[in-house]
C-alpha cells in the first residue's frame, strides 16, 4: 500500500498538535521534535503531518510568508465520530467557516473551520 502523507507548515507545532488532537477526538500524545509531529489515528495511521515553518531547508515549507498557509490545500477529514468532532470544534474556535450542513453529493453531514495557522479543515462524517 502507498499512502500520501500531508505535511503542512505550522507556527507551532506543539500547539497545533493539540489543536487537530482534541478537534479529532484523538489521545493526547506529544509530537516527537519541536519541529516535526505526526498526528496518527487511533489504529496508527498517520492522518497529518506539522512542519516547523523555516526547518531542514524544504523550499516550500521556508516561510509562511513565500505564499499564504493554505494556499490551495484543503484537508479534508472524513471520521466515524463527527458529532464529537463538531462539539470539540465549537470549543476550539470562536466560529465555524461553514456551520454544519447535509452535503448533497455525499449524503453526509459536514462542516469547515480554520486552524491556528490559518488553514481551511473541512469534516465529513462517513456516514
Known sequence: MIRTWTIIGVKDVRSSFRWYQRLL?????????????????????VLLCLHSWGEHDHPSLASPENAPP??????????DNYETALANARTI???LDE????????????????????????ISATK
Do not use: C
Not at 493554505?70 to 471520521?79: A, D, K, P, Q, S
Not at 453529493?105 to 481551511?120: I, S, V
Open 25 to 45: 477526538a484523538l489521545p493526547e500524545t506529544e509530537p516527537h521534535h519541536d519541529y516535526f509531529g505526526q498526528i496518527v489515528d487511533t489504529d496508527g495511521e
Open 70 to 79: 493554505g494556499n490551495g490545500l484543503l484537508l479534508f477529514f472524513r471520521t
Open 93 to 95: 474556535v470562536d466560529h
Open 99 to 122: 456551520e454544519p450542513g447535509l452535503n448533497p453529493a455525499t449524503g453526509t453531514m459536514e462542516f469547515a473551520l480554520r486552524d491556528p495557522d490559518g488553514y481551511y479543515v473541512h
